[in-house]
């Protein structure tokens, strides 16, 4: 695949579906990093933010997150330990940092690990922001987190989408029973990304990519076959976050899959709200429709990650 053409100040490191990719803006007056990755793995982010594609010796002048998701800053503390930098994050999500909410974060609730760290600026959505040389527009895109925002840059119509846009879909939604605003907000999202005419779309997850139309006629088409269906976006949710641990534990016995979402409250809240299925069923339901997904695989009595998307 011939990779999208970007601005020369904006530098892209795609990671993977544990990490969210990164995406550097590269200023004489400063470098400002969008999205930081899994905790796990931050010394590979420290390892490609410092390197030759990277910073290369020079400072970090500050860290932006699209989101509160452990995928998106988990590498907030260690980076700004190393750079001595701050950290801005969206108004709307400020309050969930400062309390460390770890249920709406969706940290030890659902079974993800995040370094803590301090909030130091928070970006109001409708404003603008010049980093990499280039003005941003920093845009509400509530909906698979209700404090999100994406980056509109209008002069090359790029998009930093956070978990908005996927080149196929986007990031998993509560169900109604647990939040009643978040599909609603999903396609008014959608519909603030198609009103953008983006050119590029640069997602969280990823390669960048430019035949947007493509993309957002999928989203509308998985949002329509789950948005009248809280069945199916919770089995969705389950799924997405069962695959996520998968993906940082690598492994785990088939018969320990039980216990383990009887443990994660996520797991025993969408239950009660929506599923009402026993936990041994849940499990089993978890397990077959990432099998069939391809998400995992069976190995003698473990299930293990597959590459690509958990979800
Ligand atoms: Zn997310």
């Given at each position: 695949?011939?990779?999208?053409?970007?601005?020369?100040?904006?530098?892209?490191?795609?990671?993977?579906?544990?990490?969210?990719?990164?995406?550097?803006?590269?200023?004489?007056?400063g470098?400002v990093l969008v999205d930081t990755?899994?905790?796990?793995?931050?010394?590979?982010?420290?390892?490609?933010?410092?390197?030759?594609?990277?910073?290369?010796?020079?400072?970090l002048e500050k860290i932006v997150n699209t989101h509160g998701?452990?995928?998106?800053v988990?590498?907030n503390?260690?980076l700004a330990?190393?750079y001595g930098c701050p950290i801005a994050v969206p108004a709307a999500e400020a309050p969930n940092f400062d309390?460390?909410?770890?249920?709406?974060?969706?940290?030890?609730?659902?079974?993800?690990?995040?370094?803590?760290f301090g909030v130091d600026e928070r970006i109001d959505a409708?404003t603008t922001h010049r980093w990499?040389?280039?003005?941003w527009?920093a845009?509400?895109?509530?909906?698979?987190?209700?404090g999100?925002l994406?980056f509109?840059?209008?002069?090359?119509?790029?998009?930093?989408?956070?978990?908005?846009?996927?080149?196929?879909?986007?990031?998993?939604?509560?169900?109604?029973?647990?939040?009643?605003?978040?599909?609603?907000?999903?396609?008014?999202?959608?519909?603030?990304?198609?009103?953008?005419?983006?050119?590029?779309?640069?997602?969280?997850?990823?390669?960048?990519?430019?035949?947007?139309?493509?993309?957002?006629?999928?989203?509308?088409?998985?949002?329509?076959?789950?948005?009248?269906?809280?069945?199916?976006?919770?089995?969705?949710?389950?799924?997405?976050?069962?695959?996520?641990?998968?993906?940082?534990?690598?492994?785990?016995?088939?018969?320990?899959?039980?216990?383990?979402?009887?443990?994660?409250?996520?797991?025993?809240?969408?239950?009660?709200?929506?599923?009402?299925?026993?936990?041994?069923?849940?499990?089993?339901?978890?397990?077959?429709?990432?099998?069939?997904?391809?998400?995992?695989?069976?190995?003698?009595?473990?299930?293990?990650?597959?590459?690509?998307?958990?979800?």
């Amino acid at each position: 695949m011939t990779p999208v053409p970007l601005p020369s100040s904006v530098h892209v490191f795609v990671r993977d579906w544990l990490s969210a990719n990164h995406v550097l803006l590269k200023s004489r007056d400063g470098h400002v990093l969008v999205d930081t990755g899994y905790g796990a793995h931050a010394a590979l982010t420290l390892a490609l933010v410092a390197g030759p594609r990277g910073l290369a010796g020079e400072p970090l002048e500050k860290i932006v997150n699209t989101h509160g998701h452990s995928d998106h800053v988990g590498g907030n503390a260690a980076l700004a330990a190393r750079y001595g930098c701050p950290i801005a994050v969206p108004a709307a999500e400020a309050p969930n940092f400062d309390a460390w909410d770890q249920k709406t974060l969706l940290y030890d609730y659902a079974d993800q690990h995040v370094d803590r760290f301090g909030v130091d600026e928070r970006i109001d959505a409708g404003t603008t922001h010049r980093w990499g040389d280039l003005e941003w527009q920093a845009l509400a895109a509530p909906g698979h987190d209700m404090g999100a925002l994406v980056f509109f840059n209008p002069d090359h119509r790029v998009l930093i989408s956070g978990d908005a846009l996927w080149r196929r879909g986007f990031g998993f939604v509560m169900p109604r029973a647990m939040d009643e605003r978040a599909m609603p907000a999903t396609r008014a999202t959608l519909d603030l990304i198609a009103s953008l005419d983006a050119r590029v779309v640069i997602p969280g997850h990823g390669e960048p990519f430019d035949d947007v139309g493509d993309a957002l006629a999928f989203a509308y088409g998985r949002l329509a076959s789950l948005e009248t269906d809280d069945v199916r976006i919770a089995r969705y949710a389950v799924k997405a976050i069962f695959g996520f641990s998968l993906l940082h534990r690598r492994r785990m016995r088939e018969k320990d899959v039980a216990d383990f979402v009887a443990r994660v409250p996520f797991f025993g809240d969408v239950n009660d709200a929506v599923l009402r299925m026993g936990v041994d069923a849940l499990a089993a339901m978890i397990v077959d429709e990432l099998l069939r997904a391809q998400a995992v695989r069976r190995e003698g009595d473990w299930i293990v990650t597959a590459a690509g998307e958990a979800g």
